[in-house]
């Protein structure tokens, strides 16, 4: 029998595997489910954070303008849980085929996601985007593989 633990742990994990559907279907009303109305984002694009679930969705759709057809992937995923708070890490990579037909593979980025557990569900309260960068130059750098 799992303990409660291991049950939330698999939700979360299936809440990661949703938001990867949701991003190859470019399914912004599947997304909206999996964060809190508040949540705050602290994206690859600017501004510095977007906070609020609109905020975040209007950044996805930003981004599905650019993609014929978007590919996500996650790899390395490590996810802790404590009571009505857990958070994951892992390594994202957004690719596909731009609306010119040209085929993009993308970059990966460093992902973590902070869940609440609202209303028995386990929400994005918080997710953090980030490349690094170069410190001679302040330039991100984007060719990195984990």
């Avoid at 690719?95 to 902070?114: D, E």
């Amino acid at each position: 029998m799992s303990t409660q633990h291991e049950v939330d742990e698999a939700k979360i994990r299936q809440q990661i595997d949703s938001i990867v559907e949701g991003i190859r279907a470019k399914d912004l009303e599947g997304l909206k489910q999996l964060y809190a109305a508040d949540v705050v984002s602290f994206d690859v694009e600017p501004p510095l954070q977007h906070v609020g679930v609109e905020a975040k969705l209007k950044n996805w759709a930003r981004a599905f303008t650019f993609f014929q057809d978007v590919r996500y992937e996650v790899r390395d995923l490590a996810v802790t849980v404590g009571g009505d708070v857990a958070f994951g890490h892992c390594f994202g990579r957004l690719s596909g085929t731009l609306k010119n037909g040209t085929a993009i593979s993308g970059m990966w980025v460093r992902a973590t996601f902070c869940f609440q557990k609202i209303d028995g569900n386990w929400l994005i309260g918080h997710d953090h985007v980030s490349v690094p960068f170069d410190m001679a130059s302040g330039k991100g750098v984007a060719d990195l593989e984990p």
